[in-house]
């Protein structure tokens, strides 16, 4: 149970900062639809909301995972340690050494 709290507040603490970022483009996008138009504003204004469609996918995502039972946020914890471990090839540098396994954890 205590490993859950900690995921629950690092959840917590990433929507919070999603949150401010998310208001703070939102602000520079309303700014800058002011004075850029035509083109600048599609090559300059359009990327940006589409930043803020991903923030928004992403809160979902934490307020489902946040909803979810606790065995599914410990999967969950599981699954996402095993995406952010470097692949088998990132490895193969290290082919001669004693334990390769070990130099990738």
Known sequence: ??????????????????????????????????????PDGI????????????IGEALIFDRSIAKAPWDARVILGHLAALATRPSASACAPFADAIDPLQLCD
């Open 1 to 38: 149970a205590p490993m859950m709290v900690a995921q629950s507040a690092d959840v917590s603490a990433r929507s919070d900062a999603l949150r401010i970022l998310a208001s703070q483009v939102g602000y520079a996008i309303r700014r800058a639809k002011k004075h850029l138009f035509g």
């Open 43 to 54: 090559r300059f204004i359009e990327p940006l909301g589409d930043v803020l469609s991903d």
